[in-house]
């Protein structure tokens, strides 16, 4: 499950885990486990909150956080 790094839009980014990206037509992303970039939890959401959906219009843009698998396979390099 790969950890995403969400912009949305006048908000603070949210660091969650995602079970697929979201394709061209999706109107909505569906994350689990949100929460701010520090670990804390987001002042508008539940506490117990575990599983959000957020509206595509409100996203600026999607980073994907590799984990140590890909870390190894892509790696850093500069020419």
């Known amino acids: ?17 995602i079970d697929q990206l979201p394709a061209a037509a999706d109107t909505l992303v569906t994350v689990k486990n949100p929460r701010r970039r520090d670990g804390k939890d987001i002042i508008y959401l539940d506490a117990n909150a575990s599983t959000v959906m957020f509206p595509v219009y409100r ?8 984990t140590g ?10 020419e």
């Open 1 to 17: 499950m790969p950890t995403v790094l969400i912009h949305l839009n006048n908000e603070e980014a949210v660091l969650a885990e």
């Open 59 to 66: 996203i600026n843009f999607i980073e994907v956080i590799p």
């Open 69 to 78: 698998d890909e870390e190894e396979i892509i790696g850093h390099f500069r």
